[in-house]
């Protein structure tokens, strides 16, 4: 069973900058789909960003421009780099994995909650204004 482990959180001021990292604990690569998520306090969880087996993106319209998501298949690694940060980006974040692609490309912009079979135990990001 994958096993997921985020790390990175933190808090930072308003305009700044965070990377996170999840560590899995078998390979990234093939065909999957990986995301990263969040969930603010009385909120539902949603998606932020996705990143399929050829290295496709997918984001939620509120981190546009601002989020990237990559992988790094050799470090069996996936990261959410996150700039100019703002208050509303505050939240528990989380990666996912799931082992198959249909969809992938849908997930952070479909009302639809997403099926994921494997979870982190979440990063918490807090950003003052």
């Known amino acids: 069973q994958a096993q997921l482990v985020e790390s990175g959180g933190g808090s930072v001021q308003a305009g700044g900058s965070l990377r996170l990292s999840c560590s899995a604990s078998?390979?990234?690569?093939?065909?999957?789909?990986m995301g990263w998520f969040r969930q603010a306090p009385g909120k539902e969880r949603e998606a932020v960003a996705t990143?399929?087996?050829?290295?496709?993106?997918n984001y939620a319209h509120s981190v546009q421009g601002r989020f990237a998501i990559s992988k790094d298949a050799a470090k069996n690694t996936l990261y959410l780099q996150m700039n100019n940060l703002k208050s509303e980006d505050t939240a528990m974040y989380y990666c996912?994995?799931?082992?198959?692609?249909?969809?992938?490309?849908?997930?952070?912009?479909?009302?639809?909650?997403?099926?994921?079979?494997?979870w982190g135990q979440g990063t918490q990001v807090t950003v003052s204004s």
């Open positions: 990143i399929d087996s050829d290295g496709n993106t």
């Open positions: 078998e390979y990234i690569d093939g065909s999957l789909c």
């Open positions: 996912a994995r799931r082992n198959y692609v249909a969809g992938c490309m849908v997930v952070a912009t479909s009302p639809t909650p997403p099926v994921f079979a494997y």
